[in-house]
C-alpha cells in the first residue's frame, strides 16, 4: 500500500513539472517527447537570443573603445546564408565600399541590400556564398571579415584626420 501511494506521489509530481515545463516554453503539445522536444528547442532559441545579445554588447563596447566612429556588427545564418547588419549613428563615408571588398574577397553573392548612408550607416544584406568558392563558411568567418573591414575603414580615417 505504501509502495503505491509513493508511485503515485511520484506520479503527481513529474505531472506537475511537465506541466510547469509546457507552460514555460509555450507548448500546446500534450506527449511528454512532444513537451521535451518544444522545451529543447525553446533552450536553444535562447541560447541563441543570449548569444547574439552578448555579441552586441561587445561589439558596442569594443567599437566605442577602439575608434570615434562607433560601429554595430551582426551576422545571422539564414537558410540560405547570411544577413549581415553594420549600423552607425554616423554617416560613414567609404564603409561601403570596404564592406563590398571583404564581401568579395569571401566570394559572397549579395541576394538582397538596404543601404542608408545619409545621417547614419545603415547597411542590411542578405548574402550567399558563390558556387565557385571551394570553402566552407560560417557567421563567424563573416563576421571577422567584415569586422576587419570596418577596422580597415576606421583606420583610413584616422590617417586622414
Not at 500500500?1 to 507552460?23: D, F, G, H, P
Not at 517527447?33 to 525553446?42: E, F, M, N, R, V
Not at 547574439?52 to 546564408?81: F, H, K, W
Request: net charge positive.
Amino acid at each position: 500500500m505504501k509502495n503505491i501511494v509513493s508511485r503515485e506521489r511520484k506520479k503527481a509530481s513529474s505531472y506537475k513539472k511537465l506541466q510547469m515545463l509546457r507552460s514555460i516554453t509555450n507548448s500546446h503539445a500534450h506527449r511528454k517527447t512532444s513537451i521535451i522536444l518544444d522545451a529543447t528547442k525553446y533552450i536553444e532559441e535562447m541560447k541563441q537570443r543570449v548569444e547574439r545579445i552578448n555579441q552586441d554588447i561587445a561589439m558596442a563596447q569594443n567599437s566605442t573603445c577602439q575608434n570615434s566612429y562607433p560601429v554595430q556588427l551582426r551576422v545571422e545564418v539564414q537558410d540560405q546564408g547570411f544577413l549581415i547588419k553594420v549600423f552607425s549613428q554616423r554617416c560613414c563615408r567609404g564603409l561601403l565600399v570596404f564592406i563590398l571588398e571583404a564581401f568579395e574577397e569571401l566570394v559572397l553573392d549579395v541576394l538582397q541590400a538596404r543601404v542608408s548612408c545619409s545621417e547614419c550607416f545603415l547597411l542590411e544584406a542578405v548574402a550567399v556564398k558563390d558556387d565557385q568558392g571551394s570553402e566552407c563558411l560560417d557567421a563567424q568567418d563573416v563576421k571577422r571579415a567584415v569586422s576587419q573591414a570596418i577596422q580597415n575603414w576606421s583606420t583610413q580615417v584616422n590617417e586622414q584626420q
